[in-house]
């Protein structure tokens, strides 16, 4: 039975495999739809460090090996990795945040734009991999009124999963700040 669920396949950003149109899209309209809800009031240093001490928490109860990274600008707001997190993951997390940095929306989401429009955002000459990743992860921070202020990251699970783990901590910082 399938009441309840949708008739379209969600899609995996980490298949190369052929997928449905419809997939895609629905993935990017989610994306899209956690944007315009995840708009906060404000951003101080002291809401980073309750994002990233959330993020350990829940990483730390799922058992999760990540690396977690929230910046402004050229500023580390917050750092760490749990255990089985490696240095590997330190280049990912950065790569993804300069890419959410530099497009203001989160890296998952360049990486389907180019897949939307039949290829990878990788393929392109002028995509330097050393530097950027299109891959899900990082989440720019957005301020009613001011845009982009800063990004949060974390690497080490799949992509959909990283995103997935950033957008719930997000969403209960968000939540606990409007009981505030």
Same mark, same amino acid.
């Not at 052929?18 to 995840?38: F, H, K, T």
């Given at each position: 039975?399938?009441?309840?669920? &949708?008739?379209?396949? $969600?899609?995996?950003?980490?298949?190369?495999?052929? #997928?449905?149109? $419809?997939?895609?899209?629905?993935?990017?309209?989610?994306?899209?739809?956690?944007?315009?809800?995840?708009?906060?009031?404000?951003?101080?240093?002291?809401?980073?460090?309750?994002?990233?001490? =959330?993020?350990?928490? =829940?990483?730390?109860?799922?058992?999760?090996?990540?690396?977690?990274?929230?910046?402004? $600008?050229?500023?580390? =707001?917050?750092?760490?990795?749990?255990?089985?997190?490696?240095?590997?993951?330190?280049?990912?997390?950065?790569?993804?945040?300069?890419?959410?940095?530099?497009?203001?929306?989160?890296?998952?989401?360049?990486?389907?734009?180019?897949? =939307?429009?039949?290829?990878?955002?990788?393929? #392109?000459?002028?995509?330097?991999?050393?530097?950027?990743?299109?891959?899900?992860?990082?989440?720019?921070?957005?301020?009613?009124? $001011?845009?982009?202020?800063?990004?949060?990251?974390?690497?080490?699970?799949?992509?959909?999963?990283?995103?997935?783990?950033?957008?719930?901590?997000?969403?209960?910082?968000?939540? &606990?700040?409007?009981?505030?």
């Amino acid at each position: 039975m399938t009441t309840g669920h &949708s008739s379209v396949t $969600a899609f995996d950003p980490d298949s190369g495999e052929d #997928q449905p149109r $419809a997939a895609l899209e629905a993935l990017i309209a989610r994306i899209d739809g956690e944007i315009s809800e995840l708009q906060f009031p404000r951003f101080t240093k002291d809401d980073a460090l309750n994002l990233g001490l =959330l993020l350990v928490e =829940l990483g730390k109860s799922r058992k999760l090996p990540i690396a977690i990274d929230i910046s402004r $600008a050229d500023q580390v =707001l917050f750092h760490v990795a749990l255990d089985g997190a490696t240095p590997d993951n330190e280049h990912w997390v950065r790569a993804k945040q300069r890419t959410a940095a530099r497009y203001e929306i989160p890296s998952l989401l360049v990486g389907l734009h180019a897949r =939307l429009r039949g290829g990878r955002i990788e393929d #392109q000459g002028w995509f330097d991999e050393s530097v950027y990743a299109a891959h899900g992860g990082c989440f720019p921070v957005y301020v009613t009124g $001011a845009g982009a202020v800063a990004t949060v990251t974390v690497s080490g699970l799949p992509q959909q999963e990283d995103h997935d783990l950033v957008v719930e901590a997000l969403r209960e910082i968000l939540a &606990s700040m409007r009981l505030g």
